[in-house]
């Protein structure tokens, strides 16, 4: 166990959410590791990485069960996420779809439910469904994912769209097109920030430059790529099925990563110098 208090994110509440939390893309789709995937959740609700991510569509709905069965007994201490398909997200289905995810999560509210991408439904729809969900004490908080600037921009101005809690995306140190004006909009706008694929999954691994960092901060590369994430004042979200892979991620919210160390960091992986397309995994 870790004895430093986890570092936390502000939602627009003010409501401070842990800055590390657990994703769940893939997992509860292997019944040969089933045991071990809830063993991994549970753990991290152990260590403190209380934020579970996961959603309707992972798995068609597998993960959701997983994650259910994995906080049985313990949901009061899980900041729980699901999100929405754009397909069923005009007012009815995104009701209709929020219920069926609190069926496969054994439970009656969401912490924070996220329209996963934009799609052919308009932005006034979906609202309108997160709006019901909240009257009804189904969701506490609404966001989205995958949502760039313009997107943002456009939802915030419609009625009750200035609520947005949350817009997760793909970020971490290959990735960093978010800093050009997503990531400035968001911190001005109150919105906060949640990265998915924080080491991409895996890739990053292998980098040299990583490796060499980690190995002077005796640290693992896993541990360093999140680390740097959190300490853009981004929540992260790392995907693991494995226990001793949890205990590795949570390492990274103990890690400070010193300013010359950032600096060797942005020369391996430049910040943009131009405004570029919002990527999605």
């Avoid at 995958?146 to 009750?160: F, K, Q, S, W, Y």
């Avoid at 050009?180 to 968001?186: A, E, S, Y």
């Amino acid at each position: 166990m870790t004895t430093e208090a986890m570092r936390t994110v502000a939602l627009p509440t003010e409501e401070e959410i842990p800055a590390l939390g657990q994703g769940t893309w893939h997992l509860g789709e292997d019944p040969t590791r089933r045991s071990q995937e809830i063993a991994a959740l549970r753990l991290g609700l152990d260590l403190g990485m209380t934020v579970v991510d996961t959603a309707e569509m992972y798995g068609d709905g597998a993960s959701e069960e997983l994650v259910g069965e994995a906080i049985e007994g313990r949901r009061e201490e899980v900041f729980l996420v699901s999100k929405v398909l754009p397909g069923h997200a005009d007012r009815k289905g995104t009701v209709s779809a929020c219920e069926g995810s609190l069926r496969r999560l054994r439970t009656d509210q969401l912490d924070l439910y996220l329209l996963h991408w934009r799609g052919r439904h308009p932005l006034d729809e979906t609202l309108a469904g997160f709006i019901d969900l909240v009257a009804a004490g189904k969701i506490r908080h609404w966001g989205v994912s995958n949502l760039d600037v313009a997107d943002l921009i456009e939802l915030t101005a419609l009625p009750g769209g200035d609520a947005v809690a949350v817009d997760q995306v793909l970020y971490n140190l290959a990735r960093r097109g978010i800093e050009w004006n997503l990531l400035p909009w968001c911190r001005e706008s109150g919105v906060a920030v949640m990265a998915y694929s924080p080491i991409e999954q895996g890739r990053l691994l292998e980098d040299e430059a990583l490796q060499d960092v980690a190995l002077d901060l005796g640290a693992t590369p896993a541990q360093v790529a999140l680390a740097w994430v959190l300490e853009q004042e981004v929540a992260a979200i790392p995907r693991s099925g494995r226990p001793d892979h949890v205990r590795e991620n949570r390492g990274a919210a103990d890690l400070r990563l010193p300013p010359e160390v950032l600096t060797v960091l942005d020369a391996a992986f430049p910040p943009p110098s131009e405004p570029l397309p919002l990527e999605v995994l």
